[in-house]
């Protein structure tokens, strides 16, 4: 406001803007094209730079931040390679719709095409996996484009949005306006739903004998929990979630279902073959949720709410497709339908029926140290408020099934990209912006090593996360995919010999470690590092090395066709 | 099914790109692209040619308003429009031949755009199936090099 009018420089006016923003956190690495950049903030007070070590951890601290609090993730990085570098972030936030913003040094203008030292067209790598991007050729265009971008990244379908900026630009100066108000002729999502729509959708549903919530990621970025709560109890209807849906419906609710799809639960996966209408909001029938598409829902009336247009006939033909925020179609739907409500009491018994017919259980008799265990008791010991971060694998499904989630943005997982090496920088930005409840992290040995480098940012700002290490020894889905489809073929998948010592890793780094090896080693550990609030602390959990993730539904299957355990029990030793 | 989109988009440089990598990220049968710029030169009209069934061509017009630069997507298949396409074509002139050409070329009402001792170029105008047919007619007779503007369309007037 007061330096409204005055001349500024390239580098101030982004400071200025990042303000009007109220972006508190950057996560970022400097170099050539930023040195400007890094000049002003250098003076900086109000906002804060996180330094990482390697400029992929910057894109998945900033996703991390993002998802646990709803604010847009900031990243900045150099051209060249510091760019390049952000590519699997950024696509990992497009697939999982996590608002973001990626600031890219670029070489002067001038040099653009020249192929220039550090030189990267990093607008048209990006172009397919950002919502949009954009190329700053004039320092008067900065304060609109970074405006413009922060209104693409958080309106809608959140996503990242990228904005490379040559250095000659960030050198330059101009008067300093900060638009109000941005209008994009081309990008005008439909928030509101159409009422005729859902006033059809609450008259199906009120009438339905069989019906089922199918809640998705939608509905977290919406903050929409408290409507879906309200809505389910309302008319007493199942929940069942996406991975990146869990946490919209606490998880020790009767009516919460836990997760759908894949490795989802048998009474979810039998209740959406078995539903009359199913409900599916901020979701968009991903293949790992489908399954084999045609037998999916089969005799069910589909209804899907989804702000994106595109996710609606994507992947399956829906019955009543209603367009708009999740927020605003579970509101309109909780005013639509009657109260006095259908009886579902048989429905909900058959339900319980499947539950009591296949429960998730896991071998507690051996001894032995087990993943679910470890999960299962974090759960226990953080009565499910922690905000659970996974890298990808076996842990990351396990976590789904035994951790019971109580609240939203409490699950932050790589779901669409499935990006190995996510975790640990995703916990470290997802503590920055959440400091009153824990961030635990799960995460496999294999996964770890993609991104260790960032446990020494983590050592620096003390940031207390807890790092569960899950230590099969292992990459263990690949493992079990091998085992179930591909002979016991296990290529390059076992990390025994290769795998460093992990606690001196960490102690190497600075960061408090401990070991445990048994059920009751692990109780104590846990607790251990739940207490710990001086840095982060990593648990190296050595647990079993060859148990599988079920129920599944082997790809391509049908849902209601689980594989409900080991093909072969004797590859179990 | 053919289908004959209409797309008006930013006038920014990437503009073409991005409804490209589009096509080739989701996988959409692209046959042809033009593009210039309209009454406002903000503004590029952009004629896309398609082969895909509904269901793939309602999510291309979703995914081609879901890009940014996009102002409107308008599918003229069904609509009452104009559809036009440009072909520059060089053919082999010989004596024996030229008064055949100069018959075909009328009954196309194409135009002489340039004559040369051993080669004539033609200009023709028309729907992209009269421009298919020009093409067949002409083979015999020796092209030695064409051009073709893949089509423009538009809405028919009130």
């Known amino acids: 406001m007061h330096l409204s009018g005055h001349t500024l420089n390239g580098s101030e006016i982004f400071f200025e803007c990042l303000r009007r923003e109220h ?25 804060r730079h996180i330094l990482v070590r390697h400029e992929q951890g910057a894109t998945h601290m900033a996703e991390g931040y993002a998802r646990a609090t709803g ?5 900045l990085v150099t051209s060249g390679p510091g760019a390049t570098n952000t590519v699997t972030g950024i696509a990992n936030a497009y697939m999982d719709s996590s608002p973001m913003v990626v600031f890219t040094g670029q070489v002067p203008s001038s040099l653009i095409g020249n192929d220039a030292f550090q030189e990267a067209d990093i607008v048209g790598i990006t172009r397919s996996i950002t919502k949009h991007n954009f190329l700053v050729k004039d320092v008067k265009e900065l304060a609109l484009t970074i405006r413009k971008a922060f209104f693409l990244a958080t309106t809608g ?31 005008k999502p439909t928030i509101k739903c159409h009422i005729n729509q859902v006033e059809k959708a609450a008259h199906k549903i009120a009438k339905a004998k069989r019906p089922l919530l199918y809640i998705g990621g939608g509905v977290i970025s919406a903050e929409a929990s408290e409507e879906l709560r309200a809505f389910a109890i309302k008319q007493n209807i199942p929940v069942t979630m996406t991975l990146q849906g869990l946490g919209a419906f606490p998880g020790n609710h009767p009516l919460s279902m836990g997760m759908l799809g894949m490795h989802g639960t048998y009474w979810s996966n039998q209740a959406v073959n078995a539903c009359d209408v199913l409900i599916a909001v901020g979701a968009r029938f991903d293949d790992r949720v489908t399954g084999k598409i045609d037998t999916f829902a089969p005799h069910a009336f589909k209804i899907h709410n989804d702000i994106d247009p595109t996710n609606v006939d994507k992947n399956i033909k829906v019955d009543l497709p209603i367009v708009g925020d999740a927020k605003d179609f579970l509101a309109v739907l909780l005013e639509e339908t009657p109260n006095t409500v259908e009886n579902r009491e048989p429905w909900l018994a058959e339900i319980q029926s499947w539950r009591e017919q296949c429960p998730l259980t896991y071998n507690m008799e051996d001894g032995a140290l087990r993943t679910e265990f470890v999960i299962d008791e974090v759960s226990k010991q953080t009565a499910g408020h922690a905000v659970v971060v996974t890298d990808v694998g076996q842990h990351q499904m396990w976590t789904s099934q035994y951790y019971t989630f109580m609240n939203p ?93 992990f606690i001196k890793v960490a102690e ?66 | 099914m053919k289908h004959i989109i209409s797309v008006l988009v930013e006038n920014k440089f990437g ?68 559809e036009r396409e440009l072909l520059l074509m060089t053919l082999k002139l010989s004596k024996t031949q030229q008064h055949e050409i100069f018959e075909l070329i009328n009954v196309f009402k194409g135009k002489v755009v340039d004559i040369k001792q051993k080669s004539i170029t033609i200009e023709v105008i028309g729907s992209p199936d009269k421009i298919n047919t020009t093409i067949d007619i002409f083979k015999p007779y020796g092209i030695k090099e064409l051009a073709r503007s893949g089509a423009v369309a538009i809405h028919r007037g009130e």
């Open chain 1, 23 to 47: 972006v508190e956190y950057i996560f970022g690495y400097p170099g050539g094209s930023l040195l400007k950049v890094y000049e002003t903030l250098y003076e900086i007070q109000d906002i």
């Open chain 1, 71 to 75: 604010k847009p993730g900031v990243v």
């Open chain 1, 157 to 187: 379908r959140p996503g990242p949005v990228l904005i490379d900026m040559p250095k000659d630009v960030l050198n330059s100066s101009c008067a300093f306006h900060w638009p109000e108000s941005v209008d994009i002729r081309g990008f």
């Open chain 1, 409 to 501: 943005r409490s699950i932050i997982t790589s779901g669409g990209l499935g990006t190995m090496g996510f975790g640990l920088p995703a916990a470290i930005g997802a503590a920055f912006g959440i400091t009153d409840r824990p961030v635990v992290l799960f995460c496999g040995d294999g996964g770890i090593m993609m991104n260790i480098q960032e446990l020494v940012t983590a050592v620096h700002c003390k940031t207390p996360i807890k790092i569960f290490l899950i230590n099969n020894s292992f990459l263990g889905m690949v493992r079990q995919w091998q085992e179930l489809f591909h002979k016991e073929k296990y290529s390059f998948t076992d990390l025994a010999d290769s795998n460093p010592d």
């Open chain 1, 508 to 573: 190497a780094f600075g960061c408090k470690a401990l070991a445990a090896e048994t059920p009751d080693a692990a109780k104590a550990a846990i607790k251990e590092a739940l207490a710990y609030k001086d840095g982060p602390i990593l648990v190296d959990f050595r647990v079993v090395k060859k148990d599988m993730v079920f129920p599944m539904v082997p790809a391509g299957g049908s849902i209601s066709d689980m594989l409900l355990a080991r093909l072969n029990p004797k590859t179990m030793v």
């Open chain 2, 15 to 82: 503009t073409l790109n991005r409804v490209a990598t589009m096509f080739s990220a989701r996988g959409f049968n692209l046959s042809s692209i033009s593009i210039g710029e309209t009454e406002d030169p903000e503004i590029s009209r952009m004629t896309i040619v398609t082969f895909a069934d509904d269901q793939i061509i309602n999510q291309v017009i979703k995914q081609l308003n879901r890009l940014i630069d996009t102002i409107k997507v308008t599918d003229l298949t069904n609509q009452p429009h104009v």
